[in-house]
């Protein structure tokens, strides 16, 4: 059973730097195509896609976000780490970690997602 | 980056109805096309991948099509618990980046 928690700050100020940390257990990231992913949704807003990382160590990242933007995994820890540096209101957000697949680019298993506010 | 449009952005509908979302991308995915239902407060939930298949434990009744550009999300008859927003989800694999479509709410009538 594949399951994801995503765990960090609930509330971070203007101009910091947020690190979340995805746990999850079921799989192994050294297995080869597995990822895991990093998604966010604003209030009543729609799903953005922010980075990905592979079981070789291979990064990927949303363009728009990847000077702001680090994905690292911890295979012996089961964890993912994902900082977000000169966070803005605009960042609130939930966030989510999923499980992804290579090769069909899917996310087949979710966190469940965690709130993160961006206010002074 | 190819640019997804996802229509309708609503959607009011009647219990037994059949609901139909497309997506489009400016460029050829190929069959790189995923759909996800997120209900309210909920993580997101993979329904249907590579455009046509269905995820393990998802009722018949939810099916996708398409290849390159165009691709249709289908409820054969709508039910009460499928009220929510559905999202599409593309592979870009020149930039090897990954967007989501911008969501469609349903609703029941």
């Known amino acids: 059973q594949i399951t994801l928690k995503e765990s960090g700050p609930t509330l971070v100020k203007p101009t910091q730097t947020l690190t979340l940390t995805c746990t999850f257990s079921?799989?192994?990231?050294?297995?080869?195509?597995?990822?895991v992913g990093w998604i966010r949704q604003p209030p009543g807003k729609a799903l953005e896609w922010l980075a990905l990382?592979?079981?070789?160590?291979?990064?990927r990242y949303s363009p728009s976000l990847k000077s702001r933007l680090t994905i690292t995994k911890d295979t012996s820890k089961n964890q993912v780490v994902l900082t977000m540096t000169n966070m803005d209101p605009v960042d609130t957000a939930t966030y989510y970690c999923?499980?992804?697949?290579?090769?069909?680019?899917?996310?087949?298993?979710w966190g469940q997602g965690t709130l993160v506010t961006v206010s002074s | 980056d190819i640019q997804m449009t996802q229509s309708p952005s609503s959607l009011s509908a009647s219990v037994g109805d059949r609901v139909t979302i497309t997506c489009q991308a400016s460029q050829d995915i190929s069959n790189y096309l995923n759909w996800y239902q997120q209900k309210p407060g909920k993580a997101p939930k993979l329904l249907i991948y590579?455009?046509?298949n269905l995820e393990t434990g998802v009722p018949s009744r939810f099916s996708g099509s398409g290849s390159g550009t165009d691709f249709t999300f289908t409820i054969s008859s709508l039910q009460p618990e499928d009220i929510a927003t559905y999202y599409c989800q593309q592979y870009d694999n020149l930039l090897d980046m990954y967007t989501f479509g911008q969501g469609t709410k349903l609703e029941i009538k």
């Open positions: 999923a499980h992804g697949v290579w090769g069909s680019y899917r996310f087949d298993y």
């Open positions: 990382i592979y079981w070789d160590d291979d990064k």
């Open positions: 590579d455009a046509s």
């Open positions: 079921g799989f192994s990231l050294s297995t080869s195509g597995v990822g």
